[in-house]
Each structure stands twice: as structure tokens, then as C-alpha cells.
């Protein structure tokens, strides 16, 4: 097994407006280590979330390689990129974009929905999902009745439900206090640790990048630089 999980080579991507061609990433050559903890860094419009939606599948390159969890996803058509995502991918987002007419459990089994599992099954990755991040007790709670804190770990159980390779998460503590902020970085970095999964995780905040093993520093569309991630916080211990 490859244990690259993210593979980039001469990575480009543009928008049109018109007759303008608007360059936002450019010859954007990476590796991601599987099991590594990646952090994406820059100013806003240095093309972080664009890169995070390529290696995601969400969006599409308009040059280069793209090769992620073993599938080259350039060829693939819109159907088969469907399939690969919900496989492969666990999303996390700033927002949490939880379905709110459906409880925590419901919204935890929703990406199993999508793959041939019997009932029984899918009931013990949702509780298995919700206990690793200690929500077992609120699993038939609405959001409305939860926290934003416990928002964000419903949203984290539902993206490690179908026991994905790869997890990316798009500012996934710009909508929490500190506190709770500082509770999903421990739970996404002892997902990292303790479970193996590969992490690519979209932040402006220098705290919330500590977490990662590198931070990739992207200007105006160029990868900048990598820096590895030395003194990183001392975890507690979290999963059971």
C-alpha cells in the first residue's frame, strides 16, 4: 500500500471571468504522508480552500496531478468522484452543516446512507462515532439543543463514521469560543494519533495550526514554504 495519502504534481487551478483567465493556484507540487497532520496557512485569496476542495474532490484542477488515497482523480468522472468522496473523505466545517429537522444520530449515520451497510451495522459506527467524542449521551438531540461545541463533535463523528482515509476541515473552530475551540483541535489530533487518519486542516489562526505535524504556507497561489511543527501541545487523554 502506498503510504502517501495526498499527491500533488504541478497543481494549477483557474476560474474565467469572461475572457480573463483568474489564476489561483499555480504549479503546487505536495506530499502527504499517510497518517500525517497537515495545516494550510495564508492570507485570504492565497488559494487555501481552493487546494483543500481539490484534494477533497469537491473541485476540479485545471492542470497537473492530483492523486488522492490511491485514485488519480483527474479522470474521473462526476459519478465516480461522488463514490471515491464518500469512501474516502470525512469533511469537517466551519459551520458544521448539520441537517436540523435530524437528531445527532441521524445526522452521524447520514454519509452511511450512501454505502450498501445493513441497518445493524450502521448503528454501531454511529454509536461507536458518537462515543469517540464523548456525545453518547446526546445522540437524540437535536442542534438546536446542543452547543456549538457539541455542534462541531456531532459534525466530527459524522465525518469519521465510514472510516475514511482522509480528513479535511475548513476553518472547523471559526465558530467556537476558545474553549470549545481548543476541545475539537485535542479530539481532530488524537483522531491523528490514535486512529491514523490523515488530516489537511484550513485555518488562519496560528494556535489552531500548532496542532498540525507542517504547516504549508501558501502566497498568492504558490506554495511558500513548509515548516514543521515542533512544540506541539501536549495532548490529554481523550479517546477510550
Not at 504522508?33 to 476540479?60: Q, V
Not at 467556537?176 to 481532530?188: S, V
Not at 490523515?198 to 504556507?217: E, G, M, N, W
Amino acid at each position: 500500500m502506498d503510504d502517501v495519502t495526498v499527491r500533488l504534481r504541478g497543481l494549477a487551478k483557474s476560474y474565467w471571468r469572461g475572457p480573463l483567465e483568474i489564476p489561483v493556484l499555480t504549479g503546487i507540487d505536495l506530499e502527504i504522508p499517510r497518517g500525517g497532520y497537515y495545516a494550510l496557512m495564508g492570507p485570504s485569496g492565497s488559494g487555501k480552500t481552493t487546494l483543500l476542495n481539490l484534494i477533497a474532490g469537491i473541485d476540479r484542477p485545471s492542470g497537473g496531478e492530483l492523486e488522492v488515497c490511491g485514485h488519480a482523480l483527474n479522470g474521473l468522472n462526476d459519478d465516480d468522484l461522488a463514490g471515491w468522496r464518500s469512501r474516502n473523505v470525512g469533511f469537517i466545517f466551519q459551520n458544521y452543516n448539520l441537517v436540523p429537522v435530524l437528531n445527532a444520530y441521524e445526522n452521524v449515520e447520514l454519509p452511511l446512507l450512501l454505502q450498501d451497510l445493513g441497518r445493524a451495522e450502521r448503528r454501531e459506527r454511529v454509536l461507536r462515532a458518537l462515543s469517540l467524542v464523548n456525545l453518547s449521551d446526546r445522540m437524540h438531540n437535536y442542534p438546536r439543543q446542543l452547543s456549538g461545541g457539541q455542534e462541531q463533535r456531532v459534525a466530527i463523528a459524522r465525518a469519521i463514521v465510514h472510516d475514511p482515509e482522509l480528513i479535511v476541515a475548513d476553518e472547523p473552530t471559526g465558530a467556537l469560543d476558545a474553549k470549545n475551540a481548543e476541545e475539537a483541535l485535542i479530539l481532530l489530533e488524537h483522531l491523528n494519533q490514535e486512529l491514523g487518519k490523515t488530516i489537511v486542516l484550513v485555518t488562519h489562526d496560528p494556535k489552531a495550526a500548532s496542532h498540525a505535524r507542517f504547516q504549508i504556507h501558501l502566497e498568492k497561489g504558490v506554495l511558500d514554504r513548509t515548516v514543521e511543527v515542533h512544540d506541539r501541545p501536549t495532548l490529554p487523554r481523550l479517546l477510550p
